[in-house]
């Protein structure tokens, strides 16, 4: 004896009540409970003691993974490059490039995390004596990140070389505890001088347990350096940090 069984066609129409977050908080906490929080964007569930998310859109997901912070100059917005003059006491010395941000040049697309662990993602203006230093607060040790520097160098002499760096400030209570340096060399002016050379130096670097977050306000730091063998302008157009979790 054989025994066929028939599906139906069936429709869902269960949905969740859609609420903003601070409803959300004022409900009894009821485990099992789904709702969606506008606010949001996400599908939370309740355990019995909180709400907790258990689903995103395609564009949380992103800004809780991934992002760049970029700082461009009025290059891009049909102004000039920001340049640095090295002068007899800056050859064979690592030196703070200068960079003046349009005003239109700043954009924050850092992950969620590190906005919410910063609201600034840098300090420093750029200007002599006050260079800018990337925060990296909100970080954890799975986090990878590759930084660019948009430039151009012209050097006043034959046979110069270009070497760039990102130098980082470890966070509190680390052992060593001073500063340490990724480092490229970036130019190798082969054509001779009063060229203006282009260059992307790009410099990758995963978050270890010295400059990851250690605590409010506690997280490493870096900032970009560059250093010539040969006297010559530096002309910065952008800094770019892009950061993967």
């Keep these: ?67 760049y912070y970029g700082m461009l100059s009025s290059f891009y917005f049909g102004g000039v490059a920001t340049e640095t003059e090295l002068v007899e006491a800056d050859v064979d010395t690592w030196v703070d490039v200068l960079i003046d941000t349009d005003t239109n040049g700043l954009f ?21 004596g006050n260079p800018v230093i990337f925060n990296l607060e909100g970080l954890t040790q799975t986090t990878f990140a590759n930084f660019r520097a948009s430039m151009s160098f012209l050097p006043l002499e034959d046979e110069g070389q270009l070497e760039a760096r990102l130098l980082f400030n470890r966070h509190t209570g680390t052992s060593p505890s001073s500063d340490f340096s990724i480092e490229e060399v970036s130019l190798s002016m082969q054509n001779g ?15 270890g347990d010295t400059i990851d977050t250690n605590g409010v306000n506690d997280a ?26």
């Design 1 to 67: 004896m054989s025994t066929t069984t028939t599906t139906k066609n069936t429709q869902f129409t269960v949905r969740p009540d859609v609420l903003d977050t601070s409803t959300i908080n004022s409900l009894n906490l009821e485990q099992g409970a789904v709702v969606y929080d506008k606010d949001t964007k996400e599908l939370k569930t309740n355990d019995g003691s909180q709400w907790k998310a258990i689903g995103h859109d395609e564009e949380t997901l992103r800004a809780k993974f991934q992002g």
């Design 108 to 128: 924050d697309n850092r992950p969620t995390s590190m906005i919410e662990a910063q609201s600034n993602g840098h300090t420093g203006d750029g200007s002599t």
């Design 193 to 207: 001088a009063d060229i203006d050379y282009a260059t992307e130096p790009m410099l990758s670097f995963f978050i």
């Design 220 to 245: 490493g730091k870096c900032r970009f350096q560059i250093k010539s063998n040969v006297l010559g302008t530096v002309k910065m157009k952008a800094l770019t940090w892009y950061i993967n979790k």
